[in-house]
């Protein structure tokens, strides 16, 4: 093997700016996505460990600058980030959960935007990621996150249930329960984020030096 098949081309001053800067980006928008973690939002048909938050707002925002990679990192970084500074009361199931849902909201809408980088696809891209969400969310819930969470705390599938029952009657067992309170939260959820994002995406994305939609 030669000298000139083993030299490797140095990384130049733009490259690594380039990088170092990316990963500014992605911490200085997990951060921000911590502290909106600490307003959450009860609704009135979810019990109350059911809480809306516009953390993945930021996620969001950085996935369509720089792609869904990148939001993928944001949202392991926030949920880690919140997990080092609050701590956890929920056995790390939430945390779990935060990041898996997060996840079905961020990468299917920064897959579609970066095929074509519109308003429409972007729109698009929210709208299929909403969906997608509502739906893993659901199915999540009831077979992982809603199980593990009663075994965690040793409480009966049942209290959990009757945790929804009381705020809302037609919550009967586990599969009304994500239908008519996991389903219901993550498709607000999207839409409230997706809304707000469309809205300020623009003006934001300048300031990451990303593509502004269009």
């Not at 502290?35 to 109350?48: E, K, R």
């Not at 990148?70 to 956890?88: D, H, M, R, Y």
């Not at 990621?129 to 009831?142: D, Q």
């Not at 249930?161 to 993550?186: H, R, W």
């Amino acid at each position: 093997m030669n000298a000139e098949t083993t030299t490797q081309k140095p990384v130049t001053r733009s490259q690594s700016i380039g990088k170092t800067r990316y990963m500014v980006q992605v911490g200085m928008l997990a951060a921000i996505a911590v502290v909106l973690m600490l307003f959450d939002i009860p609704l009135p048909f979810a019990p109350s460990f059911y809480q809306i938050d516009l953390s993945e707002l930021p996620v969001l925002v950085g996935a369509f600058a720089m792609g869904p990679l990148a939001g993928v990192l944001i949202e392991l970084v926030k949920v880690l980030l919140n997990l080092v500074i609050n701590g956890t009361s929920t056995a790390f199931v939430g945390e779990f959960a935060n990041f898996i849902i997060g996840c079905a909201l961020i990468v299917p809408a920064a897959l579609v935007y970066q095929r074509k980088k519109t308003r429409k696809s972007a729109i698009i891209g929210m709208v299929l990621g909403t969906v997608i969400m509502a739906g893993v969310g659901g199915l999540i819930n009831a077979f992982v996150l809603l199980p593990a969470y009663a075994a965690a705390f040793g409480m009966p599938i049942d209290a959990l249930v009757g945790m929804g029952t009381a705020v809302n009657a037609a919550i009967t067992n586990l599969p009304t329960f994500c239908l008519f309170a996991v389903v219901p939260f993550n498709l607000l959820k999207g839409v409230v984020v997706s809304v707000i994002t469309l809205l300020l995406y623009k003006h934001i994305s300048r300031i990451l030096k990303g593509e502004a939609m269009g």
